[in-house]
């Protein structure tokens, strides 16, 4: 009898674990009202319509048809958008090499600057992402590279034709019939999507400088050659192959492995129930989807939520007050429409916890704010007409528990935990990076 006992323990326990490696999570009641909202909202799509592929599936990720993606354009483009060698162009020649494209757009912000305003050259310091960074109080005011508007992140801009918060940078779909708008963009007329277009106008912007002098000290050469080995060896080591590079790599920073894409791919575990009932708030009463849907859970379009901007405060600073103006206008500031005025282009919403400002302004610091802000309706800024303010503004009337659940969906449900795997080890210079100050490569561990 013991003997029969022992056998049928071992059975048991052999079934036991045949079915843990088998083991398909049960799907709740949440889990179904979910599944079938979600069929609702994507037109009978499904789950499907809102999965990423894998970030090698080069073939299914969204590119330029002139620039298609293969690994040595983004082996290449992802030191390139790290190189801190690569800042050979500054303003003043003691910042020369000191910073990089990963300064306002690096990993553990989101691929964004972790500050509520991005500093390029002459900043000083990184903290712990990006947090730490601050502008240099030895140079002039006018020599340190920043924006009038919050550093948008890299993360998932495949599935965006148009680059920036007024979408200008693009020469193809959304801003096809702008052509008139383009006098001081010259590179959309080479006919790139916006995510080439700012890879290649970022460089002058922000004082990067790519030639053949660059590729040969610091070793990039034999990587350009195996890149664009089909273009003339005259023509090969110049800006616009390091801007396509650059626009291959950053297509490949997808966030596929947040619990909200493992919750898609089958996983019922993957999301707690908090984050599962935002979710369903987050694609039923409160109409987020109306602007953010599809894989990156954003849209072509361009919205007004009457959010406000820059101000001053010494958490952000103007240069230029006289252009400032026409900078707060969004959208209309590039196509001249009035109907586009104070409207700014949707973005993702994967992994903006980790940057922890919020709006084209900045004028947000948490989550939450931004979705009770939108519930209520009352704009921040006095400037927005109210017929150019979205439909959705102030008309979802969620609950305050709704507000929490969607917080939770945002917050837990779309951050990728593991976005340091799209960053290199090291660069080819040796230099430190995003930042290369010395005050950076103490908080970085560099020396």
Known sequence: MKKIITLASIAFILISCNKDDNYVPIESNLDTELKTLLTDVSEGKGLTYFIFPDSDDYANIPQDPLNPITKTKVDLGKLLLHETALGRNPKIEEMK??????????????FSSGLRQGIGECGVGFGINGNGRLIDQSVPIDSVDIQPLRSPTILNVAYQDVMLWNGQFGGTGTNAGT?????????????????????????GVHRLLVDTEFVNIHGYKAMFDEAFGEVQESERYSAINAALAIAAYERTLLANKSPWQEWLKGDNDAMSDDEKRGAIAFFGNGKCYE???????????FHAFGMDDFDDSGL???????????????????????????????PTLYNIVDNGFYGHGGTFTSVKEVVAYKNNGVPQSTEVPAENLAKQFGNI????????????FIEIGLRDPDLNRYVPETVNSGFCFPNNDEQSQNDLGCN
């Open 179 to 203: 052509e008139a708008s383009w006098e001081n963009i010259q590179e959309n007329f080479l006919g790139f999507e916006g995510v080439e277009v700012q890879a290649l106008k970022g460089q």
């Open 397 to 408: 009337n969620l609950t305050d528990q709704e507000i929490e659940d969607i917080t939770a």
């Open 291 to 301: 602007c953010h849907t599809g894989p990156a859970l954003n849209d072509k379009g």
């Open 97 to 110: 090499g000191t910073y990089s494209c990963a300064s306002c757009h690096q990993a553990n912000a989101g």
């Open 316 to 346: 952000a600073i103007v240069l230029d007050d006289a252009g400032f103006d026409n900078v707060k206008k969004g959208r209309g500031s590039f196509t001249k429409k009035s109907q586009d005025n104070y409207k700014f282009k949707t």
